[in-house]
C-alpha cells in the first residue's frame, strides 16, 4: 500500500509490451459502456463518472504518475500503449487536466504538505481542474494578463477574467495565472494558484463553438479568495510552473492519439465510398499514416525523458506542431474523400453506417489553437531551439 492509499495492484512494466496491451485491451472491452464509445462530442462528468470512478478504484486513472504518489508508473511504451487502448476502443476523455497536469506539477513543485492534501482528492476525481490561462488580451501574448492577485491576510483576492477555459461548468476546480508583482520582466510577475470554482466572486459563462457545442466559458473573478497554501511554487516564480503545465500540455497534444483516431475515420469513410483500393487514395494515406509512426517514434522520446524526470525543453513544440498539424491534414482528406457528406454536420449515412464526417476536422482545427498556436510554435521552434536570429 503506498502512503496514497493506493495498493499497486502489481509491477505494470515487468509485463511484456504485447502481454500488457491484451491484458488492458481485455478489461475495456468489457468494462467500458458500449454506448459512451466514440461520443461525437465531449462527454459530461456526470455521463462517464461510473467509469472514471472505477478506473481510479482500480489504480488505473493516473497511468503516467510514479507508483509512490498512487499512479500506475507506466514506462513510455507502456502508456502509449494504454493510451492506444483507450483510444482505439473509443473510450471518452473526461476533463482530466488534474490527472495530466496538476498531478504532475505538484509531484515536481508542490511541498510534500500540498502533495498529501491534494494529490489523493485528484486520484479520487472528487476534484478535477480546469486550465485559467488564457484572458480576453492575453492568449498567445500571455505574459500580459491582467487578473491580479493581491495578499489580504494569509489569503490571496484575485480579480480578471479568464476566457477559453474548457468545460469550466464541468469541474471542481481551476489551476490560474495571476499578476503578483509589478516589478521586472512581465513573466517574474506571475504566481500559479489553485482555486475552488465554488468559491463566491466566481461566475461562468459559456461560449457556443463552431460546431454548436459549449465547452469554452469565460470565467469571471471578482474578489475571489485563495487561500494561501493553494499557491504553487514561489511567488512571483508562476511562470517556470506555467511552462512546465504547457510542456505537459504540449506532450499530451503531441500523442499519437489524435491522428490515429483521424486514420481511423480516414479509413472508415473511404471504405464507406468505395475508395480503400483506389491508388490516388492509397498513396496519399501511406503518407500520413508514415507522418503518425514518425510522430510516434518522436513521441516515445519525449515520453523516455520525461520518465528519467527531465524537464522538458522548448523542442516539445516539434511535437505538438507535428500530431495537431498531421491530424488536420488527415481531417481534411476525410472532408475530401467524404465527397457531398464532407459539408454535413452531425452524423451522415454513408455505405449504410452513420459516420461524423466532421468530427474529426471540429477537433483538428482547434487543436492547432490551444496549448499556443502553430504560428506560436514555429516561434519557439525558430528562435529558442535552432536559435535563428530574429527578423
Ligand atoms: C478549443 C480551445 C480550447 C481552449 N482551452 C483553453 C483552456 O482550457 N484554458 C486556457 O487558458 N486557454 C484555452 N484556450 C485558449 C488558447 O490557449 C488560445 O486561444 C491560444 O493561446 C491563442 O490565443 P488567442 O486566442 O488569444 O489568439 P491570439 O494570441 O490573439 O492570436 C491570434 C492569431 O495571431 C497569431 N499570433 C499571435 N501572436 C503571434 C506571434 N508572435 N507570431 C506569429 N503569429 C502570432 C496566432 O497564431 C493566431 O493565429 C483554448 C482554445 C481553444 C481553441
Same mark, same amino acid.
Given at each position: 500500500?503506498?502512503?496514497?492509499?493506493?495498493?499497486?495492484?502489481? @509491477? &505494470?512494466?515487468?509485463? !511484456?509490451?504485447?502481454?500488457?496491451? #491484451?491484458?488492458?485491451?481485455?478489461?475495456?472491452?468489457?468494462?467500458?459502456?458500449?454506448?459512451?464509445?466514440?461520443?461525437?462530442r465531449r462527454l459530461l462528468w456526470s455521463e462517464q463518472d461510473d467509469w472514471y470512478l472505477r478506473m481510479a478504484r482500480k489504480g488505473w486513472i493516473a497511468p503516467s504518475w510514479p507508483v509512490e504518489f498512487g499512479g500506475m508508473g507506466l514506462a513510455p511504451a507502456k502508456l502509449l500503449i494504454f493510451l492506444e487502448e483507450q483510444e482505439r476502443w473509443g473510450i471518452a476523455r473526461f476533463q482530466d487536466h488534474g490527472i495530466r497536469m496538476i498531478g504532475p506539477v505538484l509531484i515536481r513543485y508542490g511541498t510534500p504538505a500540498q502533495q498529501r492534501r491534494l494529490l489523493p482528492p485528484i486520484l479520487r476525481c472528487e476534484q478535477r481542474y480546469c486550465q485559467g490561462y488564457s484572458e480576453p488580451e492575453a492568449g498567445s501574448d500571455l505574459a500580459g494578463l491582467?487578473?491580479?492577485?493581491?495578499?489580504?491576510?494569509? @489569503? &490571496?483576492?484575485?480579480? !480578471?477574467?479568464?476566457?477559453?477555459? #474548457?468545460?469550466?461548468?464541468?469541474?471542481?476546480?481551476?489551476?490560474l495565472l495571476a499578476r503578483t508583482g509589478s516589478a521586472g520582466a512581465k513573466q517574474a510577475q506571475i504566481s500559479f494558484f489553485l482555486l475552488d470554482l465554488a468559491m463566491p466572486g466566481v461566475t461562468i459563462r459559456k461560449i457556443r463553438d463552431m460546431a454548436g457545442e459549449e465547452e469554452l466559458c469565460e470565467v469571471f473573478l471578482d474578489r475571489?479568495?485563495?487561500?494561501?497554501?493553494?499557491?504553487?511554487?514561489?511567488?512571483?516564480?508562476?511562470?517556470?510552473?506555467?511552462?512546465?503545465?504547457?510542456?505537459?500540455?504540449?506532450?499530451?497534444?503531441?500523442?499519437?492519439?489524435?491522428?490515429?483516431?483521424g486514420l481511423r475515420l480516414l479509413e472508415q469513410v473511404a471504405g464507406a465510398r468505395g475508395l480503400a483500393d483506389d491508388t490516388a487514395f492509397t498513396d496519399q494515406i501511406a503518407g500520413l499514416r508514415l507522418d503518425v509512426e514518425h510522430?510516434?517514434?518522436?513521441?516515445?522520446?519525449?515520453?523516455?525523458?520525461?520518465?528519467?524526470?527531465?524537464?522538458?525543453?522548448?523542442?516539445?513544440?516539434?511535437l505538438k506542431l507535428w500530431a495537431t498539424e498531421t491530424f488536420q491534414r488527415i481531417a481534411d482528406l476525410v472532408i475530401e474523400v467524404a465527397g457531398p457528406a464532407g459539408g454535413c454536420a452531425g452524423a451522415v449515412e454513408l455505405g449504410g453506417e452513420l459516420v461524423p464526417v466532421l468530427s474529426a476536422y471540429y477537433r483538428a482545427k482547434p487543436s492547432t489553437i490551444y496549448g499556443g498556436?502553430?504560428?506560436?510554435?514555429?516561434?519557439?521552434?525558430?528562435?529558442?531551439?535552432?536559435?535563428?536570429p530574429s527578423a
Open positions: 500500500m503506498t502512503s496514497y492509499g493506493v495498493a499497486p495492484e502489481q @509491477d &505494470w512494466n515487468a509485463l !511484456g509490451n504485447e502481454e500488457f496491451r #491484451t491484458l488492458v485491451r481485455s478489461d475495456f472491452e468489457q468494462h467500458y459502456p458500449a454506448h459512451l464509445r466514440y461520443p461525437s491582467r487578473t491580479t492577485a493581491t495578499p489580504d491576510g494569509a @489569503d &490571496w483576492v484575485v480579480d !480578471g477574467t479568464k476566457i477559453w477555459t #474548457t468545460m469550466a461548468y464541468d469541474v471542481t476546480h481551476m489551476f475571489v479568495r485563495i487561500p494561501g497554501d493553494n499557491l504553487v511554487g514561489a511567488v512571483n516564480q508562476g511562470w517556470t510552473v506555467a511552462k512546465s503545465v504547457l510542456g505537459f500540455e504540449r506532450i499530451h497534444v503531441g500523442s499519437p492519439a489524435l491522428p490515429t483516431s510522430l510516434t517514434a518522436v513521441y516515445e522520446e519525449f515520453a523516455l525523458r520525461l520518465e528519467r524526470g527531465e524537464e522538458l525543453g522548448p523542442d516539445v513544440s516539434m498556436s502553430s504560428e506560436v510554435q514555429r516561434n519557439i521552434i525558430a528562435k529558442q531551439v535552432l536559435k535563428l
